[in-house]
């Protein structure tokens, strides 16, 4: 590995962070706290995102990475105790009960399986099947993609060619380049990837558009009419993180053969830091906030 990387993975190590961008990422600055218009002037203002995190604290801390609602409010440009932020952590017992004044969710990845059990399955998926037929500007990542699927009649499964862990290739589609959640990105740019399960097979519905995909594996990316949009990959994620998920995964890796020495583990680390994968994943965690929850907020979308 310390010579060929698997198939898929990012090696354009002297691509510029900012290649391909028609402006700089521009990042969100939380406002201060309006106590004195009304809910409806906070809302289109300030619109509140959902953080739904599906991942056991305990699991998250053994991992040695922020939460869902830290990586995600850090690539919003938001503190993570921002007024616009309330976080579910839907798999330790925090479900919401409520849409109402709700401009957007975010839902993240997991260790579970989004076709096996765990805890307030039924519930979540009912939850973001509500969110779907209301049309709340939903973004799924990794489990979140999946399970978006799942709940309206999807195929998750294993994928069959293996996991993708590491910095990988993402390519856009013709309706992908199009697409506001990914506006002033290249075709082709690099992202975090931590997975093993995969959406294999989308709902025949015509509403739904993939807009990008890596060598292993289609659907890395869809559009679920005008409000919803998922990715496969980790666009909060930092280098950092997925140095701490590498290592403690080592073992695994090995015994899958993903990997056969330490030295390929090392590799697979120096090659994430190597990559300006934040700088792009930023760009579309700020883009779901500006293109969809805001003008959603607005009565624009």
């Known amino acids: 590995m310390s010579e060929v990387l698997p ?14 961008f028609s402006s700089p990422v521009e990042t969100s600055k939380t406002p201060e706290p309006d106590t004195s218009g009304s809910r409806i ?3 289109i203002d300030q619109p509140l995102i959902y953080i739904l995190d599906p991942n056991p604290e305990e699991a998250t801390r053994a991992l040695g990475i922020d939460n869902c609602k830290v990586l995600f409010a850090t690539a919003l440009g938001l503190p993570p105790d921002s007024d616009r932020i309330r976080y579910f952590n839907v798999v330790d ?7 109402e004044g ?21 519930k979540l998926e009912d939850y973001v099947r509500t969110g779907i037929k209301r049309e709340i500007p939903t973004f799924g990542v990794c489990f979140g993609h999946q399970i978006v ?23 856009l589609t013709d309706a992908g380049q199009k697409d506001p959640l990914f506006r002033g990105l290249p075709e082709r740019f690099p992202q975090v990837q931590s997975h093993s399960d995969v959406a294999s097979k989308l709902p ?12 292993l594996y289609d659907n890395q990316a869809t559009a679920l009419g005008d409000r919803v949009r998922t990715v496969q990959f980790h666009p909060e994620e930092t280098r950092k993180a997925i140095e701490s998920v590498i290592r403690a995964r080592a073992q695994i890796i090995r015994d899958e053969g993903y990997v056969t020495s330490d030295q390929d583990i090392e590799d697979l680390i120096a090659h994430a830091w190597s990559m300006p994968t934040e700088t792009y994943g930023r760009q579309i965690v700020h883009n779901f906030d500006r293109y969809y929850v805001r003008p959603y907020a607005r009565g624009e979308l």
Do not use: C, H, W
Request: no cysteine.
């Open 7 to 20: 198939a898929g993975f990012y090696t354009d190590v002297n691509m510029s962070p900012t290649r391909g």
């Open 204 to 215: 025949e519905r015509s509403d739904i558009v993939v807009l990008a995909q890596t060598e």
């Open 149 to 171: 699927y799942q709940a309206i009649g999807g195929t998750v499964e294993r994928g069959s060619k293996g996991r993708e862990l590491g910095v990988f290739e993402i390519e």
């Open 41 to 43: 002037e906070r809302f």
């Open 102 to 122: 709700v401009g957007g969710i975010i839902i993240g990845g997991s260790k579970f399986d989004a076709f096996g059990e765990y805890p307030n399955r039924d």
């Open 93 to 99: 017992g925090d479900v919401p009960d409520s849409l």
